[in-house]
């Protein structure tokens, strides 16, 4: 009778590893479904079920590559490209402010260029069956004088994670001074300078769906209110907001700087006010400018965490943690 019991007990737990099994394989199946690239000259994009995940564009004739649109895995958009306020605004990108005092960042309305040009010079591509994703660019930045920077930026896009909903888009810059340089940016109200300065880098311009925004940094503080400027030094800070005013899911991207960068942890600006404008950044020049002598090389590494829902300040430390292993 034991015996019995037994083996009806092992092709019990056979039947559930058999059902466990099948399950795990319909859901890579059926992910893989969902999903699917969709590559241009100019764009590589990730589809899933018709709706672009995340879309990343290079056209070599606009300069300063970026992320746009950039989704939730829920489908919620997170970026905002171009608005009106700022034209020179490009979801989430890369962009120096002013390099041997030529602008970088803003743009000619017209032919939508910078007087200083990051002009991309060469696309790599490599796109995986898992959907993850590793994409190398060359840049030159120039004024009216020459190439004064060379630049090989690399970004590993991670696979979606249905686990948690999310998904990592790693930054990796090495840039290499052709001539001397001067990075620098507008002085911020924090040194004396105007109410407005401190940004410059990686950038974030968030949809205008996005409602009622919470910034948390690493060191725990937080608002919701209006901000321009801030300034602390932070390893970390993450946005989440109500993804449009008509519901309560959550949505958010938090930015991670590199403990091995320059400076690290980096000061913050953001530029936030309500209905208007929701922006912020890592800010590597917001307490001076930076030299960079012929021939010398400066290396930067960030990640963006794409997230649906609030992570708690463990869940991002965890986050960071893995990426400064």
Same mark, same amino acid.
């Given at each position: ?10 092709? %019990? ?47 070599? @004739? ?6 746009? *649109? ?7 958009? %997170? ?11 490009? !979801?989430?990108?890369? &962009? ?15 032919? !939508? ?20 994703? @590793? ?24 696979? *979606?994670? %249905? ?19 001067? $990075?620098?940016? @507008?002085?911020?109200? $924090? ?9 410059? !880098? ?10 009622? *925004?919470?910034?948390?940094?690493? &060191? !725990? ?28 899911? %959550? ?21 936030? &006010? ?23 090389? $400066? ?12 992570? &708690?300040?463990? @869940? ?10």
């Amino acid at each position: 009778m034991k015996r019995t019991q037994n083996l009806r007990s092992f092709i %019990l737990i056979l039947s559930l590893i058999n059902f466990l099994m099948v399950s795990i394989i319909s859901n890579a199946k059926a992910q893989k479904k969902a999903y699917k690239w969709k590559q241009t000259g100019s764009t590589l994009a990730l589809i899933k079920e018709d709706l672009i995940l995340w879309q990343f564009n290079f056209d070599k @004739e606009k300069d300063k590559p970026y992320f746009h *649109p950039l989704r939730t895995i829920k489908g919620y958009e %997170l970026t905002l490209e171009r608005p009106a306020d700022h034209t020179w605004h490009r !979801g989430l990108w890369f &962009s120096w402010k002013y390099i041997n005092k030529v602008n970088y960042w803003e743009e000619n309305a017209s032919s !939508g260029l910078s007087k200083g040009r990051s002009k991309i010079d060469q696309v790599q591509i490599k796109t995986s069956k898992d959907f993850s994703s @590793e994409i190398v660019l060359h840049l030159t930045y120039s004024d009216s004088t020459g190439s004064v920077l060379k630049e090989v930026r690399t970004l590993l896009i991670s696979a *979606p994670n %249905l686990k948690n909903n999310s998904y990592t888009v790693v930054w990796k810059h090495r840039f290499s001074a052709i001539s001397d340089v001067v $990075l620098d940016l @507008e002085k911020p109200a $924090l040194h004396g300078g105007v109410s407005y300065g401190g940004y410059a !880098g990686l950038a974030f311009r968030g949809a205008s769906t996005l409602k009622q *925004p919470l910034f948390l940094a690493s &060191s !725990g503080w937080s608002t919701t209110k209006d901000t321009t400027g801030f300034g602390s030094h932070e390893r970390w800070m993450d946005m989440t907001a109500k993804a449009s005013a008509g519901t309560d899911n %959550l949505v958010g991207l938090t930015i991670f700087d590199h403990q091995s960068n320059p400076r690290s942890p980096s000061p913050w600006y953001i530029w936030y &006010s309500s209905g208007h404008n929701l922006f912020f950044m890592p800010s590597l020049l917001f307490d001076g400018p930076m030299t960079l002598t012929k021939g010398k090389e $400066l290396e930067l590494n960030y990640k963006c965490w794409i997230h649906d829902g609030r992570k &708690s300040k463990k @869940e991002i430390e965890r986050e960071n943690s893995s990426f400064n292993r």
